[in-house]
Structures are given as structure tokens and as C-alpha cells.
């Protein structure tokens, strides 16, 4: 399981005078689904050409397969399938036709399971391009990338186009996948996709790579938002620390709802349970609260290194 | 109801201007120079009585009139009947060009890359795009045509009157703009702006050629071609305004056509719809090789075709053309069978020698468009998958250089194939296909050199590569012209096409045939070694 097959490593893009990438460090194990996330700017899709040998590094090194990615690009991407996240597609060429040339273009051929893909995602294939919207122009990419047979698959905010019901697939195809012991590296922003599939997450914000880690060791650093009510009278706790935005409810008495650290909440608790609890309510966080607290902090200055 | 069809019209002709503010300028300002500049200098070419009749006696040639339009002026020629002569038929020519591209890239182009779609969602009437594009078209012409009279009635130049200048500007910006209406309308038929494109050049081809024929013939019949109409202006002549009123009339009722065919349709639809295709991809599309050639196979059919037409156009008028006799009966008796034959061929291939030049010229465009895909289609977002797959930057280079050389050689072939066979119908004593191959060995590696150079800009310069296209502009205007307005020798040799030697006059120079080969292989592949190195621009 610790075979790396991304390794990057203080990777740095200049565009110009502007520094893309300013320290990109992170790497993707054999087998996992790794989620790549960030605002949009923050260098995700600039990172991912750099993978791709699009784009030059202008510092820092990347590999994939143990291979450099500037180097040995066609040794690498015959194992490896991408889809970016604008598809554009020759207009005058058929949803079909270019299924087929991008299996044939990483010597594959049109197999009982791109058949069964265009189904589930309900393509038209006879149609040329130019009549299709971009949920169908992403069809195409995604269809070309799940058939093929490979070892790692970048995805660059795959889902943006695609109505619900497509996204469901798509995250289903990624479960199997990843059952079949494939790499991925999925790039989003949209929270509550990277939740269910990812093994572990990376944040990158302007062009940094901030934080990596599994979603649980990304959860000690959230809080849990709590609703409580007790019997004995409920001391103001506004100023308890490790307790955030503290409400008394206006019209039950001994109610409030504050949100806690989650690394505190056994203090806290310790200090409630002698107050008789009648009700309790907890909801776990989710990445959107990690995420609206990383940009949060970032209005408000530079304080996340606290947290 | 019918107003707000038309809402915000003047809002987005205002917001259209200022967008392409600046390619407005550049065109409007070349053509209009390029118009005055002749205007200025032709008081030195053709000051004088002698050089007037000697040139009018030129232009009397069948195969001048065949380039130029018929010499109608009556006797005593002036310098300014020279220059209307010389002058309308071609700036005729770019004026419908630029209103092509204008209208069609305001027009289908838009709606197809979704900008209409965002504007229409506004508070805008359905017409409102379309008739901004228009005004937009008309203003455009209005102002080449206020300069081109400006720029002739400053320079002074002998035998002009301000009333056929006024007649010259009011010409040419009316022509253009019926073309551009007629661009217009071809945006509707089609569903995308390639399909436009070639709709429009297929309405101006057609009716450039039948001028072309018509003139040679009999030039009575031009006014049955709608560009024949500049011609029968008769500038500094008649000053007749009656082309003008056709122009107009015929504008009016394509744009008429436009307008409702506009309201009757959906946006991104067309008359012509785009058809649906296969589901599968055959054995011809399997690789960066057979993409590019699919993505270009129509292109290539088209333009092979249009330039076989052209070569068929002209080689049809090498009868006229040669016949010496004609214009000088006392010839017959000078020469005898044998040497009469010699010089006529002589000056049927002197006018192939001219010829090739344009075909030449023709031959770059569709062969330069296909190399600037290389950094085009990328921008598009197009091969941004392709570059992921196991295909190295090598392979999808060279798919693209092969795709144009196939372009430009076969473009060149199909234009002295078609000058061949209507040749070999109409002659007498026709020339043979070896004597024109002569034209297509000579500048097949001029053309191949002028494709090196695009390489090297595409590698190097991606971002500046449309600069390339001032080579073929300024290599047709310097030898279309160059004897007609004494551009020195130097000038028309800095273009490559300025370097190949009177072919099919002329034998062919192998040694520099070999040199022009080799200096297109380095220029190429020092190309390459640019766009290997560097960053592929993305959307
Ligand atoms: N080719 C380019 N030239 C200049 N700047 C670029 C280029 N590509 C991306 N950028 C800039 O780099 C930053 C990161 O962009 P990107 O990687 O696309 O962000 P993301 O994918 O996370 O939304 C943005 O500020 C973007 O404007
Ligand atoms: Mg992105």
C-alpha cells in the first residue's frame, strides 16, 4: 500500500512574473483515491498540467510511476487516463468517434464496458459534438477515461457539468475503481464529492499545498456544532475555551447551541454532564466547515497555522 | 413585439466596436494606405503620354483583363483611368474579404461559441445580435469608403474628379457590403462559422470567376456577376451610379432574407443542419495523423476543388490570351507558322508565370491555416486529452506539419492540373503538363519555406504567430503588381515566392529547388525544438 505513484515535491510554476505554484508537496499511494482540493485558482488544474507535462515545473521535482513527468511523459501516460475539467471536443466529430480515438490513442480498444458506460451515462454517441453541452462533452471524457484500462486516473473537477444522477455514477465508478486497486487523484471543490470517495485529502490555496491528511485526522481540526439543553440553570460559556459562537435559545431556557473544538470536547462535556442533560445534539462536521473555516481565516488573516 | 426584437441593438453595435476596435483599425488602415499609396505614386509610373499608352496597351490583353478587369476607358487616357483600371477589381476583392471575416466571425461565430446564447438571456431582442453585427458592417464600410475617397482626393492625382473619386469610395464600400450581407445570410444557412465561411467564398469564387470569363469573353455579360459591378462603375469614365443602386437593391433583399430567416430559427440552428454521425470511429481515425487529416478532409476537398475551378478559369482563357494575331493581324505574315506558335506559347506561359504567383499565395492559406491549428486547436482546449494520452508533442507536431504540406501540395497541384486540362481543351497547339509542372516544381518549396517560417513562429512565438499571414499578403500585392507599378527587384524578393524564377517560362532550378528544401527541413524542425521545449498554451 505505500507504493508512491505521485510524488511531488516543492513544485513550483512561474507564468511570467506571477508564481502559480508557489510549494506544491504531496504524494498519491498505490490504491488510494487522493482528493485534491482548493478554491478555484488555487492551482489545481496548474499542478495537474505540470503531471501531465503540459506545463514546465519552474522548480521542485514530480513523479509518476517513480518516472519524471517532464521526462518520460508518453512512458507515463500509457498507464495513466485524465480528464480535464473543461472538455472541449472537435465539433465536427461525433461523442463515438472520439471515445474510440482516445482508447485507440493509448493502444485500447472500444470494449464491452464502454458500451455499458455510454448506457448508464445515457450518451448519445451518433451525435457530433457541436450539439452537445458540457455535462455531454464531460460524458465523453469520463466514458474514454473509465475504459480505459490504466493504472492512475486524474480527474480535474470531473463532476461541474453533470446533473445529479450522473454524478452518482460517476462516484460509483470511482468506488470500483478503487476496488480494483487503482490510484486516483480527484481535484474539486465541490466538498461533499471528495467526502464519500477519498481515501485522504490535500488543500492547496494559492498555489500552496496547506494541509494533507486523512479525513479523520483532517476532522481533529474542525468542531462539532452542538445544540444542549439541561436541567440546572446553563452558565454563559461564550468565553469557555475552545467553545465558538455561543447562543442561548431565546425562547426555551437552559438551551443553547455553540460549536466546540473537537480536540476539547471532552472538557467540555465534563463540564456539562453535571448540569443533568435532557437533550443532546451533536453534528459531526463536515469538509464544508473545514473548508469555510480555511477560507474564513483567510479574511481574517493568516491564523489557520493556529487551529 | 416587433420593436423589442430589436432592443438593445445600438447598445451592442456600441459594446461590438469598441471589442474589435482595434482589428478594424489594422484592416481598415492597410487597405486604405495601400489604396492611396498607389494613388500618390502613380502621378510618377504613369505621368507621362508614352508610359499611358504603352500601359493601356498592356492592360488591353486579354490576360490583363482576365487579372485586372476590362480596359473600358475611352481614348485620351488620363492617370487616373490607369489607376481605376489596376485598382477596383482587386481592392473589390480584399473589400469582400474583410466583410466575409467580419460577418461571419460577428455573426455564426458568436452564437457558436455561446456568446449569443449569454446575450440573448438578457433583456435583448432576438434580432438584436445579428442587427448590430450589421450596422457594425455597415459602419466598417462606410468609413473604408469615406477614406479611400479621401486618400484619392488628396493625392492629387491627374485626370481624377471628385465625383468619380466620391464614385470609387461609394463603390467599393458598397460592394463590400454586399458581401458581407452576403455572409450574413450564409450564417444562417449554415450551423457553424466554417460552414459560413465557405458558403460566403464559394458566392464570391463563383461570381469573381464568371467576371474573370465574362471580361475575357465578352464584358457586356459582367453584369451578370454581382462583383462584375465595380467594374462597370467606369470610374473618371462615365462615373455611371447605376452599380451602385444594384449593389444596394441586392443588399437590401439578402439582408431582408437574413433577417427573417434570424427570426425563424433557434439559436445555433441553422437551414443546414449539422448531421449526426457514426458511433463508432472507422480505421481512419486512429491516430494524430488521421485526426488532423479528418478534422481538415473537408477543407482540403474544398480548396483542391476551388483551385482546380481556378486553374480550369483561367487555362480556359489561353486561347484568347495567346492569340497574338488578334491584336496585331500583321503578325501572321511577319512570323511564320512555327515562330507564331513559340510566341504565343511564350506569352501564355509568362501569364501562367503571374498566375502561379496567386496560386501560390492561394495554396498557403488553407496549408498555414492547418500548421497555426497546432497552437489554435490547443487553445481551444481541443488536444489537452491528446497530450495525456501515450502520444509524444514529436508525433502531434509532425501530424499537423504533415497535414499542411499535404494541404499546400495538393492545393497547388489541383490549380495547374485545372489550368492543364482546359488548356489542352481550348489550344490549338496546347502546352503540356511537364512545361506547367515546371510552376509546381518551382514553387513547391518556396511555399514549403513560407510553411518553415510558420513553424518557426509556432514554435517560438505562438502568441505572435498570425503575424505570419503578412507573408502572402504582401508577396501577392508586391508581385501581382510588381511590374504594373515598377516595384524594385528587392521588394519583390523578400517574400520566398519573390524568389523563384519566371516558372514555367523558365526551367526549373534544381539546385535552388534543393537549397529552398533544406532551408524549409531546419526551419522546421528548429520549430519543433521550440514547441518541444516550452509550455502548451491552454484555453
Ligand atoms: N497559462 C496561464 N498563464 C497565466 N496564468 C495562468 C495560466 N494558467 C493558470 N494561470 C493562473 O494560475 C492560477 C491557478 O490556476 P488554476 O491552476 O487553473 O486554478 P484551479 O484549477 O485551482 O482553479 C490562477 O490564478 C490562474 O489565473
Ligand atoms: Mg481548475
Not at chain 2, 450564417?187 to 462559422?193: G, K, L
Not at chain 2, 497547339?429 to 510558420?454: E, K, N, Q, S
Request: hydrophobic content about 50%; charged content about 15%.
Amino acid at each position: 500500500m505505500s507504493e508512491k505513484v505521485i510524488a511531488i515535491n516543492h513544485l513550483q510554476k512561474k507564468f511570467g512574473k506571477f508564481l502559480a505554484l508557489k510549494d506544491v508537496t504531496f504524494e498519491v499511494k498505490k490504491g488510494e483515491v487522493f482528493g485534491f482540493i482548493g478554491p478555484n485558482g488555487a492551482g489545481k488544474s496548474t499542478t495537474i498540467r505540470t503531471l501531465l507535462g503540459i506545463l514546465r515545473a519552474s522548480g521542485g521535482t514530480a513523479t509518476i510511476f517513480g518516472k519524471d513527468v517532464w521526462q518520460d511523459a508518453v512512458q507515463i501516460h500509457k498507464r495513466l487516463a485524465y480528464v480535464p475539467g473543461d472538455v472541449y471536443l472537435w465539433p465536427n466529430l461525433t461523442g463515438g468517434e472520439i471515445i474510440d480515438l482516445f482508447l485507440k490513442l493509448n493502444h485500447q480498444q472500444h470494449n464491452a464496458r464502454t458500451d455499458e458506460l455510454i448506457k448508464q451515462f445515457e450518451l448519445d454517441p451518433s451525435k457530433k459534438t457541436r450539439t452537445y453541452s458540457k455535462g455531454n462533452r464531460q460524458k465523453v471524457a469520463l466514458i474514454a477515461a473509465f475504459s480505459t484500462d490504466a493504472d492512475l486516473y486524474i480527474f480535474d473537477e470531473p463532476t461541474s457539468g453533470l446533473d445529479p444522477l450522473n454524478e452518482e455514477i460517476f462516484q460509483k465508478q470511482v468506488l470500483a475503481l478503487k476496488q480494483d486497486g487503482k490510484s486516483i487523484l480527484l481535484s474539486s471543490h465541490i466538498l461533499s464529492e471528495v467526502e464519500h470517495m477519498c481515501d485522504r485529502i490535500g488543500i492547496i490555496r494559492e498555489g500552496r499545498l496547506i494541509e494533507t491528511g486523512t479525513l479523520n485526522e483532517m476532522r481533529h481540526l474542525t468542531r462539532t456544532l452542538i445544540t444542549v439543553q439541561t436541567q440546572s440553570s446553563l452558565p454563559d460559556l461564550r468565553n469557555y475555551n475552545g467553545i465558538h459562537d455561543f447562543k442561548l435559545a431565546k425562547d426555551v431556557i437552559n438551551k443553547a447551541s455553540f460549536s466546540v473544538d473537537s480536540d476539547k470536547m471532552g472538557a467540555v462535556m465534563t463540564l456539562l454532564a453535571p448540569l443533568s442533560i435532557t437533550a443532546l445534539q451533536s453534528t459531526p462536521p463536515t469538509l464544508e466547515d473545514l473548508f469555510l473555516r480555511y477560507y474564513q481565516n483567510d479574511e481574517h488573516g493568516d491564523d489557520h497555522h493556529e487551529i | 413585439m416587433k420593436s423589442s426584437n430589436y432592443q438593445q441593438s445600438l447598445f451592442l453595435t456600441r459594446f461590438n466596436l469598441k471589442r474589435d476596435g482595434l482589428l478594424i483599425l489594422v484592416w481598415v488602415l492597410v487597405l486604405s494606405l495601400l489604396m492611396s499609396a498607389v494613388a500618390f505614386k502613380f502621378n510618377d509610373l504613369y505621368g507621362t503620354k508614352d508610359a499611358i499608352s504603352s500601359i493601356v496597351l498592356t492592360l488591353k490583353t486579354p490576360a490583363m483583363v482576365s487579372l485586372f478587369g476590362a480596359f473600358t476607358a475611352k481614348a485620351p487616357y488620363t492617370t487616373a483611368d490607369i489607376f481605376a483600371s489596376e485598382m477596383m477589381v482587386f481592392m473589390a476583392l480584399f473589400m469582400a474579404i474583410m466583410n466575409i471575416y467580419f460577418a461571419v466571425r460577428n455573426t455564426r461565430g458568436e452564437e457558436s461559441n455561446g456568446t449569443v446564447e449569454l446575450i440573448a438571456a438578457h433583456a435583448v431582442g432576438k434580432q438584436s445580435p445579428l442587427l448590430a453585427a450589421t450596422i457594425e458592417l455597415f459602419l466598417i464600410n462606410l468609413f473604408m469608403g469615406c477614406l479611400f475617397f479621401l486618400g484619392i482626393q488628396i493625392s492629387g492625382m491627374t485626370g481624377m474628379s471628385t465625383i468619380g473619386n466620391l464614385l470609387t469610395g461609394s463603390g467599393l464600400a458598397a460592394c463590400g457590403f454586399l458581401f458581407g450581407s452576403s455572409s450574413l445570410f450564409m450564417a444562417q444557412i449554415s450551423d457553424n462559422p466554417r460552414g459560413a465561411t465557405m458558403l460566403s467564398y464559394l458566392f464570391l469564387g463563383v461570381t469573381y470567376l464568371i467576371r474573370m470569363i465574362t471580361d475575357v469573353k465578352n464584358a457586356d455579360w459582367t453584369y451578370l456577376s454581382p462583383f462584375g459591378w465595380v467594374e462597370k462603375l467606369s470610374i473618371y469614365d462615365q462615373n455611371n451610379w447605376l452599380p451602385v443602386l444594384f449593389m444596394l437593391s441586392l443588399t437590401t433583399v439578402l439582408l431582408l432574407l437574413t433577417f427573417y430567416a434570424n427570426r425563424h430559427r433557434d439559436v445555433g440552428a441553422g437551414l443546414l443542419t449539422t448531421r449526426g454521425g457514426r458511433k463508432r470511429a472507422t480505421f481512419l481515425l486512429s491516430g494524430p495523423f488521421t485526426l488532423v487529416m479528418r478534422l481538415d478532409r473537408l477543407s482540403l476537398i474544398a480548396w483542391i476543388l476551388g483551385l482546380c475551378v481556378m486553374g480550369i478559369s483561367y487555362g480556359s482563357i489561353f486561347g484568347t490570351v495567346g492569340d497574338i494575331l488578334k491584336a496585331n493581324p500583321m503578325m501572321g505574315s511577319l512570323l511564320g507558322k512555327n515562330a507564331l506558335n513559340a510566341a504565343s506559347h511564350l506569352i501564355v506561359l509568362k501569364f501562367a508565370a503571374l498566375l502561379l504567383i496567386v496560386f501560390a499565395v492561394l495554396a498557403t492559406v488553407p496549408s498555414m491555416q492547418t500548421l497555426l491549428r497546432i497552437n489554435n486547436d490547443e487553445r481551444k482546449g481541443w488536444l489537452e486529452q491528446i497530450h495525456a494520452k501515450a502520444i509524444s508533442r514529436n508525433h502531434i507536431f509532425i501530424s499537423y506539419v504533415a497535414v499542411a504540406l499535404i494541404m499546400g501540395t495538393f492545393t497547388l497541384l489541383a490549380a495547374i492540373f485545372g489550368m492543364w486540362l482546359a488548356n489542352a481543351a481550348v489550344m490549338k497547339d496546347p502546352l503540356t503538363l511537364t512545361r506547367l509542372l515546371r510552376g509546381f516544381w518551382g514553387y513547391l518549396p518556396a511555399l514549403y519555406v513560407i510553411l518553415g517560417i510558420g513553424a518557426l513562429l509556432v514554435g517560438w512565438l505562438p502568441k505572435l504567430q498570425a503575424i505570419i499571414w503578412l507573408l502572402p499578403i504582401y508577396g501577392l500585392i508586391s508581385l501581382y503588381f510588381g511590374n504594373l507599378m515598377n516595384i524594385p527587384k528587392w521588394a519583390q524578393q523578400i517574400t520566398p515566392y519573390g524568389w523563384i524564377n519566371q516558372v514555367p517560362v523558365n526551367n526549373v532550378n534544381w539546385t535552388n529547388f534543393g537549397l529552398l528544401l533544406l532551408l524549409a527541413l531546419i526551419l522546421f524542425i528548429v520549430g519543433f525544438i521550440g514547441y518541444q521545449k516550452r509550455d502548451l498554451l491552454e484555453n
